[in-house]
Nanobody, 117 residues
Framework: QVQLVESGGGLVQPGGSLRLSCAASVSIFSIVRMGWYRQAPGKQRELVATITNGGSTNYADSVKGRFTISRDNAKNTVYLQMNSLKPEDTAAYYC???????????WGQGTQVTVSS
């Protein structure tokens, strides 16, 4: 199973930026899909963004135009650049990896993002 470690969360003012990182314990070159999800208190976990091993990306409507997901296969790391942050972006952000179709996916431990003045 892939071990994932997130970092980069913190407290930021509305309109600010953060970059989250997700470091994998194995090569991500062949991992079919990696992504970021988030969960706010009292809410279900929701998709934020995903990226395939071919580079195709998908975003939640709420973050389109503000967030960018990318992957660096040489560093076995996936990033989430978050700009123009809003208070409603406050949540624990989790990294996810789907090694191959129908295989169990892996989750990181999460990193907290708080957007507040």
């Amino acid at each position: 199973q892939v071990q994932l470690v997130e970092s980069g969360g913190g407290l930021v003012q509305p309109g600010g930026s953060l970059r989250l990182s997700c470091a994998a314990s194995v090569s991500i070159f062949s991992i079919v899909r990696m992504g970021w999800y988030r969960q706010a208190p009292g809410k279900q976990r929701e998709l934020v963004a995903t990226i395939t091993n071919g580079g195709s990306t998908n975003y939640a409507d709420s973050v389109k135009g503000r967030f960018t997901i990318s992957r660096d296969n040489a560093k076995n790391t996936v990033y989430l650049q978050m700009n123009s942050l809003k208070p409603e972006d406050t949540a624990a952000y989790y990294c996810n990896a789907l090694p191959r179709p129908l295989a169990p996916d892996s989750w990181g431990q999460g990193t907290q993002v708080t957007v507040s003045s």
